[in-house]
């Protein structure tokens, strides 16, 4: 596995605890905030083929 995959793969899990955390919290703005992180690391793991789970 690659570094950035590695990378993404770290981040992404850390931003979807992070969204589930803020949608259970009620804080709308936070969960807005991961769910746009989430977006981008997935459209930078599809620009490298890169798997994005």
Do not use: F
């Amino acid at each position: 596995m690659s570094e950035l995959n590695e990378t993404i793969q770290q981040r992404l899990k850390e931003a979807y605890a992070s969204l589930r955390a803020a949608t259970r919290d009620g804080d709308d703005y936070l969960a807005d905030v991961r769910q746009s992180e989430i977006d981008e690391l997935r459209r930078i793991a599809d620009a490298h083929d890169l798997p994005a789970r």
